[in-house]
């Protein structure tokens, strides 16, 4: 019977960290018998789409580049297909499967339910799911960013009441509901930046939890994460109004490059919410959180430590904002016009050779 360490979250919680790190020492961990799915991306997220209960023309479907129930049906026979070829030939004896988008994406108990069974098809009898909480306040304030450069619009992070923050930042609904599937004793519960000194790292406490990996034979991962100034994230999001992230069903290709443009070029201290919303977050949950205080850490005199955030203050006048963001955009398209006519001159080049070596042949010898 093989054992699978089940991580599921919650998103903004070191979790890409984590998955740049197990992908860069798959085959380092396949030596300590440690099935890492290759077929799953980075983040695991294809196998949440698998999980579904139904199709939903969602963004995790749109980067898969599915676009109806029966590329969904096709996909799922292709990704169990392909997650038993590689277990069949790893000769693994446990296995990490790892997103963020298992508590965000699968709502219903009949989903969580199905990612249990898939798993024990495989041959994973002994379970143990491994999530990591964090403060909802400081977690909507981190995943702002996150939003505007998928396309958000709101000049400030969603509200407590929103169902996908509701969903995020209720922990004491999350533990209960998987809970319920894989068993108490099969979750293991893990507070993010519990001092709130951001000094934090997810990757070293995941590998302690796991008494089966030796991390001083694996290779460190350096933190790739910078700062991105308010003012850059403030120029994406009016950059959202004019080029969407999303067209025709697809990342709109004027933008590629642009995260990186302003990771680059708009370092800083990083955007920070109002402090009243911050408060009506702390409101919002802190019943949710006494609860999972009592329950799990009962020697805490609170569940988190929120160091007070420091609102945002942009660097430029409303004139200077929207000549910058022209300047972006502008930016983008030229590029992207370049992009389009090196493409075109490679394919009439192309063209134009295999005519000509269709017009003279060669010699036979």
């Not at 939903?56 to 109806?68: E, K, M």
């Not at 955007?271 to 977050?281: C, D, I, R, T």
Request: proline share 4%; aromatic share 10%.
């Amino acid at each position: 019977m093989k054992k699978l360490y089940l991580h599921i979250g919650t998103e903004k919680t070191g979790t890409t960290s984590l998955q740049y790190f197990l992908a860069e020492n798959r085959e380092r961990l396949a030596a300590h018998g440690c099935w890492v799915p290759r077929c799953l991306w980075l983040n695991h997220f294809p196998l949440t789409v698998c999980c579904y209960d139904e199709f939903r023309n969602d963004d995790l479907c749109r980067h898969l580049g599915i676009g109806s129930a029966n590329e969904w049906e096709l996909m799922k026979q292709q990704i169990m297909a392909e997650m038993t070829e590689e277990i069949a030939s790893s000769c693994c004896n446990y296995g990490i499967v790892t997103s963020e988008n298992f508590q965000s994406r699968l709502f219903a108990e009949s989903e969580k339910k199905r990612l249990k069974v898939m798993f024990e098809e495989l041959g994973f009898g002994d379970m143990t799911v491994i999530l990591y909480i964090r403060d909802p306040a400081s977690l909507a304030n981190s995943h702002y960013f996150t939003d505007v450069a998928q396309g958000y619009l709101g000049r400030l992070p969603g509200k407590p009441d929103e169902h996908y923050f509701k969903n995020l930042c209720d922990h004491r609904t999350t533990i209960q509901q998987w809970q319920s599937v894989f068993g108490k004793d099969r979750l293991i519960i893990r507070l993010y930046d519990a001092d709130g000194r951001g000094k934090f790292s997810t990757i070293d406490d995941f590998l302690g939890l796991i008494p089966e990996l030796n991390g001083n034979k694996l290779k460190p991962v350096k933190n790739g994460n910078v700062s991105i100034s308010a003012l850059g994230v403030e120029l994406i999001r009016r950059i959202n109004e004019i080029e969407p992230f999303w067209v025709d069903g697809g990342v709109n290709p004027v933008r590629r490059g642009l995260n990186h443009h302003i990771r680059k070029h708009y370092r800083g201290a990083r955007y920070g919410m109002p402090e009243w919303l911050a408060q009506e977050y702390d409101m919002a949950f802190a019943e949710s959180n006494e609860w999972v205080r009592q329950n799990f850490f009962p020697d805490r005199d609170s569940l988190f430590v929120r160091k007070k955030i420091r609102e945002s203050v942009l660097e430029m006048s409303e004139s200077e904002l929207q000549r910058e963001t022209m300047k972006l955009v502008g930016m983008l398209r030229r590029r992207h016009h370049r992009k389009l006519w090196r493409r075109e001159v490679r394919s009439r080049l192309r063209s134009h050779l295999g005519k000509f070596l269709n017009g003279t042949g060669c010699p036979e010898p």
